[in-house]
């Protein structure tokens, strides 16, 4: 991602995604309690946003994972981002989107993997921050459940905190466009 860009998003992420209570601390999935939290919803769902995350994902995956066909995340927060990078490949090379459920629908068709995922392909996953890693594990496990290949994960932010190395253990790359290093002066 171009230092221009880069900069861009840091800006929207601290405008729109950075909360901060010294006082009293946020529950992350991770079940771990932190003074910080990032809600990159906001970030994701605006027109600028969108574009400057599937750009520096697409220019990722262009670069590192020629050989994929399809693209997916966790539901909910994977969702706009897939379909950001979906939209903007259609003029690169076109990626197929999915979304993991984080359980199985109860209903209709009682599926895991919403979208396009087809069996026996190679799927990148992205995500919009990564702690540990174990949110990002279950789409990982239902992806090769699903009998297609996973091994590379993208994240908006890595906060650090032992993703990457949770992740190598299970054969899989975390990659990040920023980390938790970005945001210091904020924190």
Do not use: H, W
Request: aromatic fraction near 6%.
């Amino acid at each position: 991602m171009d230092a221009e860009k880069k900069k861009r998003l840091i800006e929207l992420i601290k405008e729109k995604a950075l909360m901060s209570n010294k006082e009293e601390k946020f529950k992350l999935a991770s079940g771990k309690q932190s003074p910080f939290y990032f809600n990159m919803k906001p970030v994701a769902l605006d027109p600028e946003g969108s574009n400057l995350i599937a750009d520096g994902m697409l220019e990722i995956i262009t670069a590192q994972c020629p050989d994929i066909s399809y693209v997916g995340g966790m539901e909910t927060g994977g969702i706009p981002i897939v379909s950001a990078i979906i939209t903007k490949s259609q003029n690169l090379k076109p990626l197929q989107g999915f979304f993991v459920r984080k359980e199985e629908k109860k209903r209709g068709t009682k599926k895991l993997i919403e979208g396009n995922l087809k069996e026996n392909y190679k799927a990148v996953l992205v995500e919009d921050v990564t702690t540990t890693g174990g949110s990002v594990l279950k789409a990982v496990n239902a992806v090769r459940g699903f009998n297609c290949k996973t091994d590379v994960i993208i994240t908006i932010v890595d906060r650090m905190e032992g993703a990457k190395e949770n992740l190598a253990k299970e054969g899989i790359t975390l990659l990040s466009l920023l980390t938790v290093g970005d945001f210091k002066e904020n924190l």
